[in-house]
């Protein structure tokens, strides 16, 4: 399966600001995945990336929020835009090869104050 | 749209011995994929093991097994010889195999204690 590197593995941001997280496959892939892990939950999906098209958001997650990147088949980008503390998450990234099994980064851990 | 449920918020196990974690979901599709994954304090998503909804042989990796059952929409994961290191998170996911649906929906998590 792919190995994906992520950055930054945490951070701490001033409410109103935005946050940058990247990802890095080892490999080419078709679909990225963005998820959020808020405090002691599950993951939710916020957005899949397809390269070369704009990525489709799931109900309650927009682009003005969450703008995406996927420049290349190896790289995505996620923005975490204008925080407040209700953004203060574990965000990850993920993607699937040959139907074997979903890899994940190691995940963002933002902390808004 | 397809829902996974995990019952068990919270298990906890007597290192060496075995521990059932359970998951049911709900779909109108015959063809999927299911998964349990583990996530440690270190939050990386590691995945144990992988279900073919096709495949009536119940998916096995080393200590970790599975009992599918298809017509139950049942996906409970064993453990056998717990070790220190299985303590964690433990996510069960449904993956759709309809080409146009690769993502991945989970559980809420079950949380696996293992006492020494």
């Known amino acids: 399966s792919a190995v994906i590197s992520q950055k930054p593995s945490r951070d701490i941001c001033q409410r109103g600001t935005s946050l940058t997280i990247q990802c890095q496959v080892d490999?080419?892939?078709?679909?990225m995945f963005w998820y959020r892990q808020q405090p002691g939950q599950s993951l939710t999906l916020i957005a899949t990336?397809?390269?070369?098209?704009?990525?489709?958001?799931e109900s309650g997650f927009v682009i003005d929020k969450f703008p995406i990147s996927r420049p290349n088949l190896t790289f995505s980008t996620l923005t975490v835009s204008n925080m407040s503390p209700e953004d203060s998450s574990i965000y990850l990234c993920?993607?699937?090869?040959?139907?074997?099994?979903?890899?994940f980064g190691s995940g963002t851990r933002l902390t808004v104050v | 749209a397809q829902t996974v449920t995990q019952s068990q918020p919270e298990m906890s196990v007597q290192e060496a011995e075995t521990v059932t974690l359970s998951c049911t979901y709900d779909?109108?599709?015959?063809?999927?994929?299911l998964f349990w994954y583990k996530q440690p304090p270190s939050r990386q998503m590691i995945l144990v093991i992988r279900?073919?909804?096709?495949?009536?042989q119940n998916a096995t990796e080393n200590r970790f097994s599975v009992n599918f059952q298809k017509a139950a929409k049942s996906f409970s994961l064993k453990i056998s010889d717990s070790q220190l290191g299985d303590a964690a998170m433990y996510f069960c996911?449904?993956?759709?195999?309809?080409?146009?649906?690769?993502?991945?929906?989970f559980g809420k998590g079950t949380k696996l204690t293992v006492n020494p």
């Open positions: 990336a397809n390269q070369g098209s704009e990525a489709t958001y």
């Open positions: 279900q073919e909804a096709y495949k009536q």
């Open positions: 490999s080419q892939v078709t679909m």
């Open positions: 779909t109108s599709e015959s063809d999927y994929y």
């Open positions: 993920s993607t699937d090869r040959a139907n074997y099994g979903y890899t």
């Open positions: 996911a449904y993956r759709s195999a309809d080409g146009g649906s690769e993502k991945l929906v």
